[in-house]
């Protein structure tokens, strides 16, 4: 387990990395390409020894891709995280500044404090710790560090492309994700570890409406914005079909013996189920509901450059999770159909498809349970589908062992700060994720 010390040294470091706004665009040009630079410094310079001990290479412009050597030629790990974090909105509204890395109130508080610049910490001091220890790991480590997971970029891909150049074959791979929950489902009064299995496909479209444009004093009939505005409509009223997808069947059924019944009874039985539940899960709240289906989100919506002018064009951004056994292709076909106008023009702008599904009766899997067992005592180690995209996706289209999650204690308010306002880790908490990272490398 970590010290005190070791606390110190994650908090210390965390409060750092979080002061250096190393927010990413899909512009470069907008971009503090000098931040990440920085970053990479001060890494440096609050984790020593893993610089000296390991082979740190700086690939994808400002990404790192690190192999701490094993003592055995058995199959490694890599372990991931990023160094890049979301643009901050409005700094008002946050408690402190969220770029001030403020150590207050038992939490340290900042903009990538959870995405992801705790578990890049905690690993990093993990790893520390344990050279400072005089261990060596009996397996290869290699650590990950993407610098543009959040706007898709190459970082990740550009990692896949060294380590298979390598020959590299990893046993499994560990990135962000699900995190130690409670309440996020009713009946359940334990904590949850949710280790992301698979996660959904990602794919952005742009919807276009034209019209002739002309002055706002005599407009016609189902111009542009009008169009647009009847296909957001229509997608909101007709989403996707609903199911529950294997791996959060397997999630319900593994509960069964932890919730309180009838609950329990009715989680057990999930297979024989899956038609009720999936009915329910679409009722219990937002969250649920998009477990169950391919969801649609219109978030961005632009018409004429005019307060007093016709827009000659209006566009809609859709941004869609696509669920595990669907295709984009598909989502982007049941787009059109929906919409049902030709007059709106509907382009495919990006699209990942979703991950295959990780094997959750393995060694691999077992390790990652154990290990909870030894940090978490009382944790229900659960499988489920991610619902947001990692970089893990591009290693899991190569390797089929690809794990994600998060170790670190998050209550519901902390997983809506994430991207949101107040975004904070607890100080016991970013202990007890130096303490899984540090557990899990022994145990390999």
């Not at 403020?102 to 910490?121: I, M, N, P, Y």
């Not at 999770?321 to 495919?348: C, F, N, S, W």
Request: hydrophobic letters at 45%.
């Amino acid at each position: 387990m970590s010290s005190t010390t070791d606390v110190d040294v994650a908090v210390r470091a965390l409060s750092a990395c979080i002061r250096i706004p190393t927010v990413s665009d899909r512009d470069p040009a907008r971009e503090d390409r000098a931040a990440f630079g920085a970053l990479l410094d001060e890494l440096r310079a609050q984790f020593p020894r893993l610089h000296e001990a390991c082979e740190v290479d700086r690939i994808a412009g400002d990404a790192l891709l690190v192999r701490w050597p094993g003592t055995t030629d058995e199959a490694p790990v890599v372990l991931m995280a990023h160094l890049d974090v979301v643009p901050v909105d409005d700094a008002t509204a946050w408690t402190h500044p969220p770029f001030s890395g403020a150590v207050e109130d038992g939490f340290v508080w900042g903009r990538g404090a959870l995405d992801c610049k705790g578990s890049l910490v905690a690993t990093c001091a993990a790893v520390e710790s344990l050279l400072e220890d005089g261990f060596t790991p009996r397996r290869d480590v290699w650590l990950s560090f993407g610098c543009n997971e959040e706007v898709s970029g190459h970082a990740a891909k550009d990692a896949v492309a060294v380590l298979r150049g390598r020959g590299v074959e990893p046993w499994f791979v560990m990135d962000e994700g699900g995190a130690i929950v409670r309440g996020a489902l009713p009946g359940v009064d334990d904590p949850m570890a949710v280790i992301g299995v698979s996660e959904k496909g990602t794919v952005d479209v742009r919807l276009t409406a034209r019209g002739d444009g002309g002055h706002a004093s005599a407009p016609k009939r189902m111009g542009a914005t009008a169009r647009i505005a009847r296909a957001v409509l229509r997608l909101e009223r007709h989403p996707f079909p609903a199911r529950l997808p294997d791996p959060t069947v397997t999630m319900l059924e593994r509960l069964g013996g932890h919730a309180r019944m009838p609950l329990g009874w009715v989680f057990a039985h999930a297979r024989a189920l899956r038609p009720v539940l999936t009915h329910v899960f679409t009722r219990l709240g937002h969250e649920t509901a998009a477990m169950t289906r391919t969801t649609v989100a219109v978030t961005q919506l632009s018409g004429s450059p005019g307060a007093n002018v016709l827009a000659a064009t209006a566009t809609a951004h859709v941004n869609m999770r696509v669920m595990v056994g669907e295709t984009v292709d598909g989502a982007l076909e049941r787009i059109r159909r929906v919409v049902k106008d030709p007059r709106i023009e509907v382009a495919l702008v990006s699209g990942d498809e979703p991950s295959p599904v990780s094997p959750t009766d393995d060694a691999a899997y077992e390790l990652i349970s154990d290990t909870l067992a030894d940090v978490f005592p009382g944790t229900i180690p659960v499988p489920y589908v991610m619902m947001a995209a990692t970089d893990s996706r591009h290693f899991h289209r190569v390797w089929p062992r690809v794990y994600r999650f998060t170790p670190i204690r998050m209550t519901e308010a902390q997983r809506g700060a994430i991207h949101g306002v107040d975004e904070r880790i607890g100080v016991d908490d970013l202990r007890d994720a130096v303490s899984w990272y540090r557990r899990l490398i022994e145990r390999l």
